[in-house]
């Protein structure tokens, strides 16, 4: 859902066309629909929304610089490349711990990329805090309150598709970090990207929500199959009993 509010509003610039036609953005308020001109120009980038600036990455991003003590990140905490999943399907525990003495830090709401072979696309978007590897970049907004924009600026295919062009080395790729902020695009205004992170907040907080849910969910499976299946439980009972509930 996030992704096709961030398609319609910052690629495809649906609110402007539909304003230009004379409408108001379906499903918008007019609070939001004013932060859209009514107006598409021409740049170097193509037809993008009057008052945008065409710039690039560093203006909505920069890397996370915090370092975190060895002793303080869990297998839960650590990110690397190895325990990112890919097709931006989120991480997993590590299986180990690094031996420095510290590490690169991340925070909630810094979005993580696997900086090796960034064509299988790996990110996250942080939940707490904790450490990564040196290939894992950590980017942060420039402006707060728009994680979210940035997260989904980021999580683009056009973006992986860049990260791969420009990366150095053959057998093993990495992403080139002055490259990688030197990404052109159309900025949007700050108070539009803020707008954005507002809607789709709430998208995200519900993923930990879910993902609790669904572990409660499976280790009740876990406790009642076995006795299930051994007759400890009459299959009968239990079904009347949810039925009655």
């Known amino acids: 859902m996030a992704q096709a509010i961030f398609k319609s509003w910052f690629v495809d610039f649906d609110p402007v066309k539909t304003k230009m036609n004379g409408e108001l953005p379906e499903g918008m308020d007019s609070a939001t629909a004013s932060l859209f001109p009514e107006k598409l120009v021409e740049s170097e980038l193509g037809l993008i929304p009057e008052s945008w600036d065409v710039g690039t990455l560093s203006d909505v991003a920069k890397y996370c610089s915090a370092r975190a003590n060895n002793d303080s990140i869990t297998l839960e905490s650590y990110i690397s490349t190895e325990n990112m999943l ?3 399907k989120g991480v997993s525990a590590a299986s180990k711990l690094p031996t420095a003495k510290t590490v690169a830090a991340y925070k909630s709401g810094d979005i993580l990329v696997s900086n090796i072979r960034p064509y299988f696309k790996k990110i996250w978007l942080a939940e707490g805090s904790g450490g990564r590897s040196n290939d894992v970049l950590g980017f942060e907004s420039v402006s707060e309150n728009t994680d979210s ?7 683009q295919d056009t973006f992986f598709d860049y990260m791969t062009r420009t990366s150095k080395g053959a057998k093993m790729p990495r992403g080139d970090k002055t490259a990688i902020m030197n990404w052109e ?3 949007p205004p700050v108070e539009l990207r803020e707008a954005f992170s507002s809607i789709v907040d709430k998208f995200y907080q519900l993923i930990p929500q879910n993902r609790a849910q669904n572990e409660t969910l499976e280790s009740l499976r876990n406790t009642l199959l076995p006795k299930l299946v051994s007759g400890e439980i009459d299959l009968a009972l239990t079904q009347q009993w949810a039925e009655a509930s």
Not at 149 to 155: I, P, R
Request: aromatic share 16%; no cysteine; hydrophobic share 60%.
């Open 149 to 155: 924009y940035l997260m989904n600026l980021l999580y």
């Open 86 to 88: 890919a097709e931006k």
């Open 185 to 187: 695009m159309a900025v």
